[in-house]
Each structure stands twice: as structure tokens, then as C-alpha cells.
């Protein structure tokens, strides 16, 4: 998800009387779900530059798979909040070109040197975690990085359908949560049972 979602998301629920503690309150299940991406998001910088296991398509796609299916899980498990459906979406259209491109995203190398200012993409391309370049052999390069976003300051990237796809479903959700008001009924109904001892 795009961080300037986020604090667009954040601005507009405002905007419309909500209110970001709500965030906090909101109940979301499993979300121990999301250890598991950042384990797996730490051991794969760390084994890129202190090789640890050795690389490769299985390795990349099943790091991948533990780097994602959490994420995608805890968008099912909380399909009852708006916008969760959107993002599982959005989601499984980034997963599929990496899982069918040895686990990694294929970027537009066009791309990557426009918002590069014209640098040798390869060059950018040989220190990156998380692509590979697009090629003839790419499969579903339509689902790859190929929206290059050339601005001086916000969304400055090449991103993906399903960039814009699982960004638009969480500004959904967290404008959604940010304006429940039931947020704050079951909150209330927390704290009454803490202090009446029934917890």
C-alpha cells in the first residue's frame, strides 16, 4: 500500500468527522499474522547481503508466499471491514507476476530510468530486493511495475495495477474505521467490563 494512500486516507476521513484513534480501537482479527511478513521481510535483507540460504526460484517464491499469504489472509479473516476484499485483490495481482517470475516483480526498465533521471536502470535494478527487469520472457507484464509516477516529491515510483488497487481498498478500510462509531461502543463496553471485574 502506498504510504501517501495512507495519509490521504487519514486527511479525508478527518475531513469527514472520524477520528484516528478509532484506528487503534478498532477490533481486527489475527493480526499476529503480520509477524510472520516482517520476519520474513528481515531475513530476506539480510540473507541478500549475508547470504544465509542460497537463492534462486524456490527460494524467492516461497519467501514470497510467507511474505504475502499472511497479509492476504488477515485481508480474508477481515473481510467484514470495507475495503478488505479490495486489497486481497490488489494483493493477488502483485503475488501472480512474481510467483510466475521466479519471485520477483518485473519492473519497466524504461520506467525505472525516467524516475531515475536517466541513471543506468541495470545498475539500479542489481541492488534491488525486490525486481527484476522486464524482459521478452516476462509473464503477465500488464501486472508488473509498468506506471511510471515521475513527480518531485509524493508517489515518485513505477507501480503496479495492483498497487492502485490494494491502496484505494485500504484508504477504504481506514476511512471506514476512522468514521465507525461502533468503534467506540465496543470500546466503552471493554472498558465496563474491565472495571466491573468480568475481565
Same mark, same amino acid.
Given at each position: 500500500? &502506498?504510504?501517501?494512500?495512507?495519509?490521504?486516507?487519514?486527511? @479525508? +476521513?478527518?475531513? $469527514?468527522?472520524?477520528? @484516528?484513534?478509532?484506528?487503534?480501537?478498532? !477490533? #481486527?482479527?489475527?493480526?499476529?499474522?503480520?509477524? #510472520?511478513?516482517?520476519?520474513?521481510? *528481515? $531475513?530476506?535483507?539480510?540473507?541478500?547481503?549475508?547470504?544465509?540460504?542460497?537463492?534462486?526460484?524456490?527460494?524467492?517464491?516461497?519467501?514470497?508466499?510467507?511474505?504475502?499469504?499472511? *497479509?492476504?489472509?488477515?485481508? *480474508?479473516?477481515?473481510?467484514?471491514?470495507?475495503?478488505?476484499?479490495?486489497?486481497?485483490?490488489?494483493?493477488?495481482?502483485?503475488?501472480?507476476?512474481?510467483?510466475?517470475?521466479?519471485?520477483?516483480?518485473?519492473?519497466?526498465?524504461?520506467?525505472?530510468?525516467? @524516475?531515475?533521471? +536517466?541513471?543506468?536502470?541495470?545498475?539500479?535494478?542489481?541492488? =534491488?530486493? !525486490?525486481?527484476?527487469?522486464?524482459?521478452?520472457?516476462?509473464?503477465?507484464?500488464?501486472?508488473?511495475?509498468?506506471?511510471?509516477?515521475?513527480?518531485?516529491?509524493?508517489? !515518485?515510483?513505477?507501480?503496479?495495477?495492483?498497487?492502485?488497487?490494494?491502496?484505494?481498498?485500504?484508504? &477504504?478500510?481506514? #476511512?471506514?474505521?476512522?468514521? =465507525?462509531?461502533?468503534?467506540?461502543?465496543?470500546?466503552?463496553?471493554? /472498558?465496563?467490563?474491565?472495571?466491573?471485574?468480568? /475481565?
Amino acid at each position: 500500500m &502506498l504510504y501517501e494512500a495512507i495519509i490521504a486516507a487519514l486527511l @479525508i +476521513g478527518w475531513i $469527514f468527522g472520524g477520528k @484516528i484513534t478509532r484506528l487503534a480501537d478498532a !477490533r #481486527i482479527n489475527h493480526t499476529w499474522l503480520l509477524a #510472520i511478513t516482517g520476519i520474513t521481510c *528481515i $531475513f530476506r535483507f539480510i540473507n541478500f547481503y549475508h547470504p544465509i540460504v542460497s537463492g534462486g526460484t524456490i527460494y524467492c517464491c516461497s519467501t514470497r508466499a510467507l511474505e504475502f499469504g499472511p *497479509i492476504m489472509a488477515l485481508t *480474508i479473516l477481515n473481510r467484514h471491514i470495507p475495503g478488505a476484499k479490495l486489497m486481497f485483490l490488489g494483493l493477488l495481482l502483485n503475488v501472480l507476476p512474481m510467483l510466475l517470475n521466479g519471485g520477483e516483480m518485473p519492473v519497466s526498465v524504461s520506467g525505472v530510468k525516467l @524516475i531515475s533521471g +536517466g541513471v543506468n536502470s541495470s545498475e539500479l535494478l542489481n541492488g =534491488d530486493l !525486490r525486481h527484476i527487469a522486464i524482459n521478452a520472457h516476462t509473464k503477465l507484464p500488464l501486472l508488473a511495475d509498468i506506471i511510471p509516477i515521475n513527480t518531485r516529491y509524493m508517489l !515518485r515510483g513505477v507501480y503496479s495495477i495492483g498497487d492502485f488497487v490494494t491502496s484505494f481498498g485500504g484508504m &477504504l478500510a481506514i #476511512i471506514s474505521i476512522m468514521r =465507525d462509531k461502533k468503534v467506540d461502543a465496543a470500546k466503552v463496553e471493554v /472498558v465496563s467490563a474491565i472495571n466491573s471485574g468480568d /475481565v
